[in-house]
């Protein structure tokens, strides 16, 4: 019922920048959090950072300061700004979101497919 669509990963030098967008589409009535993950190879996915229907963000200390998260909530889409990339952002960039669907009372959670972020010379 609701699809979450990933864009923007690609090959960047170290220091360089990108910007990812989550774009949610389906029977939304509205949608709550949304939020970046990342899963670098060997590891376990982590936030790297989340903004709120109202625009309150929270980041992941690694990447405070380097990167920036915002959104759309007409467009039903959140970015993620990602300056001063480092060798060790790179991972797989998933989103997620807490969507409220049109007659239901209670926010369903979804994943995208992720967007690949490598960061090398």
């Known amino acids: 019922q609701v699809q979450l669509v990933e864009s923007g990963g690609g090959l960047v030098q170290p220091g360089g920048s990108l910007r990812l967008s989550c774009v949610a589409s389906?029977?939304?009535?509205?949608?709550?959090?949304m939020t970046w993950y990342r899963q670098a190879p060997g590891k376990q996915r982590e936030l790297v950072a989340r903004i709120t229907s109202g625009g309150s963000t929270n980041y992941a200390d690694s990447v405070k300061g380097r990167f920036t998260i915002s959104r759309d909530n007409a467009k039903n889409t959140a970015y993620l700004q990602m300056n001063s990339l480092k060798p060790e952002d790179t991972a797989v960039y998933y989103c997620?979101?807490?969507?409220?669907?049109?007659?239901?009372?209670?926010?369903?959670?979804?994943w995208g497919q992720g967007t690949q972020v490598t960061v090398s010379s």
């Open positions: 389906g029977s939304i009535r509205s949608i709550n959090a």
């Open positions: 997620n979101a807490d969507v409220f669907l049109w007659g239901t009372p209670y926010p369903s959670n979804y």
